[in-house]
Each structure stands twice: as C-alpha cells, then as structure tokens.
C-alpha cells in the first residue's frame, strides 16, 4: 500500500507570497493532519480535516488554511508568506474510525524556504 | 506543553539494548501512550502503543508501568538506522492532534 505523499518536496518564495502544498493520504484512510516544524518550535499541529470538515485547529494564524476534497486528498495554504513560515510542513493520515486507529502515518514533508 | 518527560538525549552502542524512558504522570483512564521516532529530515514514523498492558511488535517493546505515569521503550538490538528523535505522547482516543513535545534524542555508535 502506497504512502502518504506531499507535493511539492521543496518549495522557495519570497515574503508577501501565498503558497500552497498538497498531500495525497493512505489508500483507505479519511483523516488528514498537518503540522509545521521548526527547529525553535519543534512538531507543531495547524489542523484536522476528516471528511471534508476541519474537526480541529491549533494555535496559527487565520493565514494558514487548508481543505480536504471527497477523495481525503488535503492542500493546506498559507497567505501573506512571513520569513518565520520557512519551515518543514508534514501530513500524517490516519484510518480515524476510534480507539488506537488514530495511529497517524506520516509523509516526508514539504520543505517551505521564505526570503 | 506536552504531557510527557523524556531526557533530552541518550547513547547506546550498536546491538546492545535503547531503553528510552517517559514519564506521564497526569496521564488519564483513556489516554493511549504512543512512541514515533523521526529520523533526520524524515517525517514521524509510527513505533508502537499501548493502554494499560505491554506491548512488543517488531520494531520494538513498551513496558507500561501498573499505575501508567511512566513508560519505556526498549528497542532489544539497537543498530546505527536507530538514531533518531523519538517521541513519547500521551493521547486520547482524539488521535489526530499528536503533542509531539521535544522526545529524546538517542544516538547509536558502532
């Protein structure tokens, strides 16, 4: 069974742009997480979707967004691009039918540099 | 702030036992302990979990204390693929909003 996977692998842009990054979950699997990490802040979770409803934020900005589509596939946007964006921006997805099921598989990351 | 407390780092030579430990005091009835390791660059990667009693898969062993405020990881063979950030989270069964906290750091040497 394939992995998650996050497009695009590495991404650069300047301050004041928007960008936008994709991830494709496990076969199966309906809940889409995202998270940033940054060295100073380590793992930190920006949101939840599960059947195209976002069930859960953490503590970001209103410039970070995201959606999920009817097939689970999930794009996370962030606006107005600030040089303290340039971080590793991972997915995780999981079957997220209960109990330990919420076990979250991870994809390689996308790599956001800002100038 | 996470719930849990790791040691910032660890050694252990190649071949012989990592026993990483975790402390969860406040850990409650319903809260699973969930271990992920991230290898360097690399996204999370799922290791094991437990509620109440132990539990060994493949990639390794978690010993849950009775009362559930401590946990240990024990990978039985360390090899140098194992150097890695491995994280100790506690988590109901809300699942997908994982406190990732700063985990350990263990470096395996030859």
């Known amino acids: 069974k394939a992995g998650v996977t996050q497009t695009p692998r590495y991404l650069i842009k300047t301050r004041g742009q928007q960008v936008t990054l994709s991830c494709s979950p496990i076969s199966g699997h309906r809940s889409v997480s995202w998270y940033q990490q940054t060295p100073g802040q380590g793992l930190q979770f920006l949101f939840e979707y599960f059947s195209e409803t976002q069930r859960n934020k953490g503590n970001f900005p209103g410039r970070f967004s995201g959606r999920q589509f009817s097939n689970s596939r999930s794009e996370m946007n962030v606006s107005t691009l600030e040089l303290g964006d340039s971080a590793l921006y991972l997915c995780?997805?999981?079957?997220?039918?209960?109990?330990?099921?919420?076990?979250?598989?991870f994809g390689p990351g996308t790599r956001l540099t800002v100038l | 702030d996470a719930k849990t407390t790791q040691p910032p780092s660890m050694d252990c030579a190649e071949g012989r036992a990592a026993n990483l430990p975790c402390n969860h005091s406040?850990?409650?009835?319903?809260?699973?302990v969930y271990w992920y390791r991230q290898i360097h660059s690399q996204g999370p990667q799922y290791i094991i979990h437990?509620?109440?009693n132990n539990e060994t898969n493949e990639m390794a062993s978690l010993i849950i204390t009775e009362d559930r405020k401590s946990s240990t990881l024990i990978l039985p063979h360390a090899t140098l693929r194992d150097t890695a950030v491995y994280y100790c989270?506690?988590?109901?069964?809300?699942?997908?909003?994982?406190?990732f906290g700063k985990g350990t750091s263990l470096l395996v040497t030859p």
């Open positions: 995780a997805s999981s079957l997220s039918t209960g109990g330990a099921l919420y076990t979250q598989y």
């Open positions: 437990g509620l109440k």
């Open positions: 989270i506690v988590d109901s069964n809300s699942g997908y909003a994982l406190n």
């Open positions: 406040t850990i409650s009835g319903n809260e699973y």
